[in-house]
């Protein structure tokens, strides 16, 4: 029931590109993501709407794949401030509700 | 608008005691939810209130245990504490941002050690 997130960890040198990938196996309403940095809450990028909506704050981008339940993160020419842990959060169902069922995460570490 | 607050920020129990944390959402979100974060099992779902009503729940024990005011202020109360309930406890509430849809915008948590 817990959406599998790949890779576990990647590290990277600014400005090169990351995607981060979330799978379920079970039909999603919607996808959300989320980073945390250490010691802080996790802090919202992007959600994912079953039909292809796509709604984030932040210059990331991010696709969904209702077929395969899958989606994925791409963070492109990464900066320092990327450097942190990346949750995939998933929602089943008619969606709009609190639950969501969280990825293990995935770390980014973004060098200089 | 003011974030989520949660308090206490940090807690120290022992084993046996009872704790109840607070969660404020952001002002309109009606529907609240917690969140009980540890290293080896990662962010994992306690429960949904909206509305008062508990609309969600997670595979956690009764002793876990929370509850919504009318103003959409939540509690979450652990009794008998156990030293594997040690963890971050995250409040979330969920309702209109600024991307135009509802997202679910998580408090700082509360850091609660069990002795």
């Known amino acids: 029931q817990q959406p599998v997130q790949s890779p576990q960890a990647v590290i990277l040198r600014e400005g090169e590109d990351a995607v981060i990938n979330c799978s379920s196996s079970?039909?999603?309403?919607?996808v959300h993501w989320y980073r945390q940095k250490h010691g802080e809450a996790p802090v919202f990028l992007m959600i994912?709407?079953?039909?292809?909506e796509q709604k984030g704050h932040e210059k990331i981008s991010a696709s969904f794949n209702e077929k395969k339940q899958q989606s994925s993160l791409y963070l492109t020419a990464s900066q320092l401030s990327y450097s942190g842990t990346y949750f995939c959060?998933?929602?089943?169902?008619?969606?709009?509700?609190?639950?969501?069922?969280f990825g293990q995460g995935t770390t980014l570490q973004v060098k200089p | 608008k003011a974030g989520v607050t949660q308090t206490p920020r940090y807690l120290i129990k022992t084993r046996g005691q009872q704790v109840t944390l607070s969660c404020s959402p952001i002002?309109?979100?009606?529907?609240v939810s917690w969140y009980q974060q540890t290293p080896g099992q990662g962010l994992q779902f306690l429960f949904e209130?909206?509305?008062?009503?508990?609309?969600n729940k997670g595979n956690f024990p009764g002793r876990f245990s929370g509850r919504q005011f009318s103003n959409s202020r939540s509690e979450m109360n652990v009794s008998t504490l156990e030293l594997g309930d040690s963890a971050l406890y995250l409040c979330?509430?969920?309702?209109?941002?600024?991307?135009?849809?509802?997202?679910?915008?998580f408090g700082p948590g509360t850091r609660l050690t069990v002795l």
């Open positions: 979330a509430s969920r309702g209109p941002g600024l991307a135009g849809v509802n997202e679910q915008f």
């Open positions: 079970k039909a999603l309403y919607s």
């Open positions: 994912l709407l079953k039909g292809g």
């Open positions: 959060g998933t929602e089943g169902g008619s969606g709009n509700t609190g639950k969501l069922i």
């Open positions: 002002s309109g979100h009606r529907s």
């Open positions: 209130y909206f509305s008062e009503t508990q609309r």
